[in-house]
DNA sequence: GCGTGATTGAACTCATGGGTTCAACGTAGT
DNA sequence: ACTACGTTGAACCCATGAGTTCAATCACGC
């Protein structure tokens, strides 16, 4: 029984990884259910087994691909929870980290398919934790509260420091990546996450006296 | 002869303007040539009379709206040519109009539209003019240089400063409007806008001696 | 080995929609 | 009146793809 229901939860877990790619790949109305299945794997009928629906199969596809990203965004914070002396380096180093994690090939495709089919599906940001950035904002904000406190930081509004910290960071990434089609150079978001720190410090870092 | 090749241009502006309607509710794929055909005003082969294709259909209506965008978000950027004694407050009706601007109706669904076609039509940012956000960064930095040079701005980079105004300015909406789904009350636009203005100053102001 | 339940491939139904054809019509220029 | 041409509506062809059915098969527990 472990090993059959276990071979069932490999299967769900093969046709949500699958349908990601396939969407990721194709789009949503261009994907068809029999290439899903063939990415996954699997026989047409079985996904049907397991997923009612194109359009749910759609969902939790989305969904399992939109949590992992998020948990990676909001893993790369954590060395912002004990910086050393030097603010600014670690400051860079997590923007350095934020960079990737926004630039690899399976974050582009979620934001592409959040755009487009965020009209025919327009629960799925509520699907997605809390409408995607919006959470990471939230975490980041607590970080730069306690450095606020710290006097590592201006005190006032983290959450406008936050939201404008990830402003600075991720707004150039669509022009200079054509809406996630470019790859981008590792120097070259090593340069944006400096530039990006360089500003955000001179604006929200404590006058040095 | 005058009034029948105006009536093929009033025909060709009615299907590109309906296009874009259609496609702009719709999306590509699920939007039908009929439909379109019914938006304009006009029978399905008539479309076909003019467009020999669905995709160039798409192309054309895509490029005369986002043209007419770019147009309009330069335009707003006029008043910085000659700002009085009030830099930030010049500076934060800029912001406000160019905020308007982009989260209007027409506006979002055309974002969503290059997202979500950005891999069926990977040329389409060409047929656009310059990337979209690109020649505005670019009308920026040009205002922002100038300020520079009479002493009002830091005089370094003009080019990043634009590109992190803008950041700041419009990186915060996407978070904020939900994918552009959810509109945002005028006063808050008002409050970003300062938000804006206040961050950058701080960043790029000129030191006051 | 036997039975249960998931899986498989192939074929099928049915709806949608791109693109075309065609005969009828309106209209402007001569 | 005649011609030329764009327009119109309706019907048509054809490809695609969602979702289903079914008999055959496989994997596992007993």
Redesign the pocket.
Same mark, same amino acid.
């Not at 261009?30 to 029999?34: D, G, T």
């Not at 794997?41 to 079985?46: D, E, L, R, S, Y």
């Given at each position: 029984? =472990?090993?059959?229901t276990r071979?069932?939860i490999d $299967?769900r877990q093969a046709i949500l990884g699958g349908a990601f790619a396939v969407f990721a790949r194709l789009g949503y109305a &261009? =994907?068809?259910? &029999?290439d899903i299945a063939d990415e996954a794997?699997? =026989? $047409?009928?079985?996904v049907?087994?397991?997923m009612?629906? $194109? =359009?749910t199969l759609f969902r939790h596809a989305v969904e399992a691909a939109s949590q992992a990203a998020l948990d990676a965004r909001i893993g790369a914070l954590a060395p912002l929870a004990d910086p050393g002396d030097d603010l600014a380096g670690v400051l860079e180093d997590v923007a350095h980290a934020l960079l990737r994690l926004h630039t690899d090939e399976r974050s582009c495709a979620l934001k592409r398919l959040l755009y487009s089919e965020i009209t025919r599906f327009p629960d799925i940001l509520g699907v997605v934790t809390g409408s995607g950035p919006h959470h990471l904002t939230q975490a980041l904000a607590d970080r730069l509260a306690r450095l606020a406190l710290s006097g590592r930081l201006r005190a006032a509004d983290p959450d406008l420091a936050a939201e404008q910290f990830l402003a600075l960071l991720l707004g150039p990434l669509e022009a200079r990546s054509r809406l996630g089609t470019r790859p981008i150079s590792d120097t070259e978001l090593h340069d944006m996450a400096r530039a990006t720190v360089c500003t955000f410090m001179r604006a929200w870092g404590q006058k040095t006296p």
């Open positions: 029984m =472990a090993t059959s071979g069932r $299967k &261009q =994907a068809c259910v &029999q794997g699997v =026989a $047409k009928p079985t049907y087994n397991h009612t629906d $194109k =359009a």
